[in-house]
């Protein structure tokens, strides 16, 4: 009896250290799919919203973000228990949501098809982020490296000398990154992703030290911004909180997915608390010079040089990651059309078509702060805000969804179509002012020749 009881004990300990770890795993990959470029935007994004406006909206942005998860997961597990389906993506939640509805159901297809739309924009925008984000630091360490000191003081100016268009550096980019995505598998890249995660941890630490250990005495900044700079504020936001695509596949991999609310709020909730921190201390440490990376401000010295180093490390690696999602909604489809023969070299000619699709687009935009708010307004808004709360009035049409539901979500849905009007608009005036100010720039400098 005592050697079956151990046994007993034994099983349990042994099934709650799975259960543990499978929660640990889940959490760092909800953390991992929600920190990247757009966190380092967020100081900037303060800016635009001020100093007391930027935080709260930040923490109101969080609220309805985590809902807005948590009502696809719900409404995904709903469906597929409906259905008998082990396992709904985003799109097939859409789709079957779609059908629930009579005059809907014809066209539930159509569902599937706009959110797979919205996923390639946004991963693929996210891809030119990454080009941008990493010719703008590459540059900046290239130019400052013949003055780079080991002395770390904000009034250390060491003495850049200037280098190539930032352009020329994303062409530089362009084919090393075609060779990382050529990787048949992600799981060969599980060694290297794991460096990258850890190169990201160690920059974010150090900056944040930075930023702590700089804050002025006398703060003397705007508590709410201007209202024309707003919408900027709302496309950076949504852009670093658009996490949405990563809920469902983690869901499914967990071994009880009725415990992933504990996983998606204890996530969500430190990646809130670092998006409101770093955007308050990091603006609140560089003032009105704050960049569209906070990278970009810190100072020249070899410590803070190897920090942006490191982070673009991190986010060459997670380039594949992101990149991956469009590639398996396009590729298999085109792949279908040719013989076995041609698999293969097809596959590698739209992968690099692809490639070069998104730096073309970042050479055409290459202000990192634009891009991350177009992206963010055109795409992200649609993803983490608009089709959440429509999802589960469709979801759950004909079960007594009450009239306060109905009203929640619409609101939810409005303002995240605002969003996307406003910041889209907002973001492709800049983008078009400023480069009619660096043609000009560009006519002044030959004449001067």
Same mark, same amino acid.
């Given at each position: 009896?005592?050697?079956?009881?151990?046994y007993g004990c034994d099983l349990t300990r042994i099934?709650?250290?799975?259960?543990?770890?499978?929660?640990?795993?889940?959490? +760092?990959?909800?953390?991992?799919?929600?920190?990247?470029?757009?966190?380092?935007?967020?100081?900037?994004?303060?800016?635009?919203?001020? !100093?007391?406006?930027?935080?709260?909206?930040?923490?109101?942005?969080?609220?309805?973000?985590?809902?807005?998860?948590?009502?696809?997961?719900?409404?995904?597990?709903?469906?597929s228990a409906k259905l008998n389906k082990p396992f709904l993506d985003y799109g097939d939640a859409v789709q079957y949501g779609?059908?629930?509805?009579?005059?809907?159901?014809?066209?539930? /297809?159509?569902?599937?098809?706009?959110?797979?739309?919205?996923? +390639?924009?946004?991963?693929?925008?996210?891809?030119?982020?990454?080009?941008?984000f990493l010719s703008d630091n590459v540059k900046q360490v290239v130019e400052a490296s013949n003055g780079t000191t080991m002395n770390c003081h904000r009034n250390q100016t060491a003495v850049t000398v200037p280098s190539f268009d930032s352009r020329l550096y994303m062409l530089c980019f362009l084919p090393a990154i075609i060779l990382l995505v050529f990787t048949p598998n992600l799981k060969y890249l599980a060694p290297l992703s794991l460096a990258a995660n850890l190169a990201m941890c160690t920059s974010l630490v150090l900056i944040y030290f930075f930023c702590l250990t700089n804050i002025p005495n006398h703060i003397n900044l705007p508590k709410?911004?201007?209202?024309?700079?707003?919408?900027?504020?709302?496309?950076?936001?949504?852009?670093?909180?658009?996490?949405?695509?990563?809920v469902l596949p983690l869901e499914n991999k967990m071994q009880k997915p009725q415990s992933f609310n504990m996983v998606l709020?204890?996530?969500?909730?430190?990646?809130?608390?670092?998006?409101?921190?770093?955007?308050?201390?990091?603006?609140?440490?560089?003032?009105?010079? /704050?960049?569209?990376?906070?990278?970009?401000?810190?100072?020249?010295?070899?410590?803070?040089? +190897?920090?942006?180093?490191?982070?673009?490390?991190?986010?060459?690696?997670?380039?594949?990651?992101?990149f991956y999602v469009p590639a398996a909604i396009l590729i298999p489809p085109v792949l279908s059309r040719f013989s076995e023969r041609w698999e293969l070299t097809v596959d590698l000619l739209i992968r690099t078509a692809l490639v070069v699709f998104t730096?073309?687009?970042? /050479? !055409?935009?290459?202000?990192?702060?634009?891009? +991350?708010? !177009?992206?963010?307004?055109?795409?992200?808004?649609?993803l983490a805000l608009i089709f959440p709360p429509l999802l589960q009035i469709l979801t759950y049409h004909n079960e007594g969804l009450s009239p306060w539901v109905i009203v929640k979500n619409t609101l939810i849905s409005v303002i995240g179509f605002l969003g996307f009007i406003t910041g889209t608009y907002i973001s492709i005036t800049e983008i078009i002012k400023r480069n009619g100010r660096h043609d000009n720039l560009d006519v002044t400098f030959f004449q001067v020749q």
């Amino acid at each position: 009896a005592n050697t079956q009881t151990d046994y007993g004990c034994d099983l349990t300990r042994i099934m709650f250290y799975l259960l543990c770890c499978r929660f640990l795993q889940t959490l +760092i990959h909800l953390l991992k799919g929600n920190i990247g470029t757009g966190l380092l935007g967020l100081p900037l994004a303060v800016r635009n919203a001020g !100093l007391v406006l930027g935080p709260l909206s930040l923490f109101a942005m969080g609220i309805i973000a985590v809902h807005c998860m948590n009502l696809l997961a719900k409404c995904s597990h709903h469906l597929s228990a409906k259905l008998n389906k082990p396992f709904l993506d985003y799109g097939d939640a859409v789709q079957y949501g779609m059908e629930n509805v009579s005059w809907l159901r014809r066209h539930s /297809i159509w569902g599937r098809r706009i959110v797979n739309v919205f996923l +390639i924009i946004t991963q693929l925008g996210f891809c030119c982020v990454y080009f941008v984000f990493l010719s703008d630091n590459v540059k900046q360490v290239v130019e400052a490296s013949n003055g780079t000191t080991m002395n770390c003081h904000r009034n250390q100016t060491a003495v850049t000398v200037p280098s190539f268009d930032s352009r020329l550096y994303m062409l530089c980019f362009l084919p090393a990154i075609i060779l990382l995505v050529f990787t048949p598998n992600l799981k060969y890249l599980a060694p290297l992703s794991l460096a990258a995660n850890l190169a990201m941890c160690t920059s974010l630490v150090l900056i944040y030290f930075f930023c702590l250990t700089n804050i002025p005495n006398h703060i003397n900044l705007p508590k709410v911004g201007h209202a024309k700079d707003y919408p900027l504020f709302f496309g950076t936001a949504i852009f670093a909180f658009e996490g949405i695509g990563v809920v469902l596949p983690l869901e499914n991999k967990m071994q009880k997915p009725q415990s992933f609310n504990m996983v998606l709020y204890l996530g969500m909730g430190i990646v809130t608390f670092l998006y409101i921190s770093l955007g308050t201390i990091g603006y609140i440490t560089f003032g009105e010079a /704050i960049g569209g990376s906070v990278t970009l401000n810190l100072p020249n010295c070899w410590m803070y040089q +190897i920090v942006k180093l490191l982070y673009c490390f991190g986010i060459y690696i997670t380039f594949a990651l992101q990149f991956y999602v469009p590639a398996a909604i396009l590729i298999p489809p085109v792949l279908s059309r040719f013989s076995e023969r041609w698999e293969l070299t097809v596959d590698l000619l739209i992968r690099t078509a692809l490639v070069v699709f998104t730096c073309v687009l970042a /050479i !055409l935009i290459p202000q990192l702060d634009l891009v +991350i708010s !177009l992206v963010g307004s055109v795409s992200s808004s649609f993803l983490a805000l608009i089709f959440p709360p429509l999802l589960q009035i469709l979801t759950y049409h004909n079960e007594g969804l009450s009239p306060w539901v109905i009203v929640k979500n619409t609101l939810i849905s409005v303002i995240g179509f605002l969003g996307f009007i406003t910041g889209t608009y907002i973001s492709i005036t800049e983008i078009i002012k400023r480069n009619g100010r660096h043609d000009n720039l560009d006519v002044t400098f030959f004449q001067v020749q």
